[in-house]
């Protein structure tokens, strides 16, 4: 009996530990290319994108007249590899809970902060460089 409820155990940590995959953006050329015109102001908006059999995410965010993105990875908290959650207004680390205002998210105060990636608009679309991405894949 003992050996099964080990086995069990095992399982249910590994799943609960899993990593969330989200959508998979578009991609044009050498750039993640997110439709600017969809994003809601103040609620972001997460991707996965894949590479060497690991899943990148990340999120982008309209707040304070400008569109932001950042991994959801926490600088201090990444290797529990369970990035974020938003809900009402806060975007949450799901490993130590500490919350940050969608507004003052950039800020990136306290040593837990989600990691800022390089972006820009350009036209009606934001464009993320898949090699930003590609360089930050140890965090995943």
């Given at each position: 009996m003992k050996p099964l409820y080990i086995s069990l155990s095992l399982l249910l940590l590994i799943s609960c530990s899993r990593q969330p995959v989200y959508t998979v953006p578009a991609i044009e050329g050498t750039d993640i290319v997110i439709d600017a015109g969809t994003l809601e102001?103040?609620?972001?908006?997460?991707?996965?994108?894949?590479?060497?059999?690991?899943?990148?995410?990340?999120?982008?965010?309209?707040?304070?007249?400008?569109?932001?993105?950042?991994?959801?990875?926490?600088?201090?908290?990444?290797?529990?590899?369970?990035?974020?959650?938003?809900?009402?207004?806060?975007?949450?680390?799901?490993?130590c809970s500490v919350r940050y205002s969608v507004s003052e998210v950039e800020k990136g105060f306290g040593s837990c902060f989600p990691i800022r990636i390089s972006g820009h608009l350009k036209g009606s679309k934001y464009l993320i460089p898949v090699s930003v991405l590609q360089r930050e894949s140890d965090k995943f």
């Open positions: 102001p103040d609620i972001p908006r997460f991707y996965t994108y894949h590479y060497r059999n690991k899943n990148i995410n990340f999120f982008v965010i309209k707040t304070n007249g400008k569109i932001l993105s950042f991994l959801d990875a926490c600088a201090n908290c990444y290797p529990a590899k369970l990035g974020y959650r938003y809900d009402n207004g806060y975007i949450i680390c799901k490993q």
